[in-house]
């Protein structure tokens, strides 16, 4: 077993309480029933983990034995995740397709990889006549980042795909290419709902409410005129060490410690205004990022008081 593999499904076994282990474990169907009888779960995770990975490396597991197992994980998990949802629509006079499953799973994938050389797709069905869908994304020159994918839920014979929010905003057009492609619909319409599969009202409610606070707060920070073209900002920390512990070194250093950080972009303002909405950051944004329009400055030097 390769040891990215072993890596990937140790980490994905840690995210996972105890009390769930053995049902997730049996819900996989990776491991015989014989095979898990010899796990002792009252033990230290750490061991009980140790234990499964040498078990995995005996059946020689896969990588895409391990994203089914992070596929199963996230299913028992899927109330954790904020989702998007998408609506196909079909174009005048076409008809409902039958749907082969095992043709969109070859179709779905072979159309992702056409797109992007550096991208992993694994499929798990369910009893609800669903697929869920697990995409890590690489880029051309990088391989695919097993920790940060996408999963897409679609139920076969609807017009509806949920797809899991994620910082990658810049793959969502290629997965509606990628449905418009397999299924001849017209372009999906991203419905922009945070909200779990079960579409609870409240969730619905709830998240409307935080994008609305998001872009207000945004907007009375940055307003709605573009933003001044600047390309980097840095900050210089000088820093006394702090601790309640006696005796350690770095206390009786009477120098300051010293860290110099540098954000870049072609147009790093406008950037920083994007990080809020996107979710890729909390509103409000630190105000050592927000001053850099009123201060006029891109050098900044942080002292202790």
């Given amino acids: 077993m390769d040891e990215t593999v072993a890596e990937f499904i140790k980490r994905t076994i840690l995210k996972i309480p105890l009390n769930e282990l053995t049902t997730i474990l049996k819900a996989w169907d990776f491991l015989s029933e014989n095979q898990l009888q010899t796990v002792n779960f009252r033990q230290r995770k750490e061991s009980v983990v140790q234990h499964l990975i040498h078990l995995c490396e005996e059946k020689r597991a896969s990588l895409n034995d391990a994203a089914l197992l992070d596929i199963i994980y996230t299913q028992f998990h899927q109330h954790q995740k904020v989702w998007d949802v998408f609506q196909m629509s079909k174009g005048p006079g076409e008809d409902v ?73 810049r793959n969502t057009p290629l997965l509606g290419q990628t449905f418009e492609t397999h299924n001849s619909t017209t372009p999906l319409q991203e419905r922009s709902l945070g909200l779990d599969i079960n579409m609870d009202s409240r969730i619905i409610h709830e998240n409307i409410v935080e994008k609305e606070r998001v872009q207000r707060i945004t907007q009375e920070t940055f307003g709605d005129y573009p933003q001044p073209q600047l390309e980097f900002a840095q900050y210089k920390l000088e820093t006394k060490f702090k601790s309640d512990l006696n005796g350690s070194i770095l206390a009786e250093r009477e120098e300051p410690l010293r860290c110099l950080i540098k954000f870049s972009s072609p147009h790093l303002l406008e950037a920083l205004k994007s990080l809020a909405p996107a979710g890729i950051a909390d509103a409000p944004l630190s105000p050592l990022l927000t001053c850099i329009p009123n201060k006029r400055k891109n050098y900044f030097k942080i002292r202790d008081k």
């Fill in 97 to 169: 397709d039958l749907f082969d499953m095992k043709q969109f799973k070859n179709s779905f994938k072979k159309i992702l990889q056409r797109a992007l050389k550096n991208v992993t797709v694994s499929f798990r069905e369910t009893e609800e006549n669903a697929v869920w869908i697990r995409i890590a994304w690489g880029t051309q020159y990088t391989k695919p980042n097993q920790y940060k994918p996408t999963y897409v839920v679609y139920y076969s014979q609807t017009p509806y795909a949920f797809k899991s929010s994620s910082t990658l905003r």
